[in-house]
């Protein structure tokens, strides 16, 4: 599993980002993001999407703000990925050596398990 320490959140998170008027769609928008925030080059995307989320959010003008996240799952081989501008790390963890995560993270890892099988 690849996790990002985000910077300023001071997180390990999945990569992932905003949809940005260039981005075709929400695949290809999950599919940039993934591959900014891991420096990791021909990534595959699932076309399915994994979860659906809407949570409140730290950031924005208006209190409360909220996102609306499209979460895929994202394979990759195990190459080293390359620190982003706005984390402090990425880092590949094993399923049973996953660092202290919120409970969205371990949603994901959950459902990714499942949608692979381990």
């Known amino acids: 599993m690849l996790l990002v320490l985000h910077g300023r959140l001071r997180r390990w998170l999945q990569t992932g980002g905003h949809l940005e008027d ?30 659906l989320s809407r949570h409140e959010v730290p950031c924005g003008p208006v209190r409360p703000t909220f996102h609306l996240d499209v979460q895929y799952l994202v394979r990759a081989e195990g190459a080293p990925p390359v620190v982003s501008e706005e984390s402090l790390d990425v880092r590949w963890f094993g399923l ?23």
């Open 22 to 51: 260039a981005d075709a769609s929400l695949e290809a928008a999950a599919l940039r993001e993934a591959t900014e925030e891991s420096g990791l080059a021909g990534l595959e995307l699932d076309p399915d999407p994994l979860l």
């Open 96 to 118: 049973d050596d996953l660092p202290a995560v919120d409970p969205s993270v371990r949603d994901l890892v959950a459902a990714a398990a499942g949608r692979l099988a381990w």
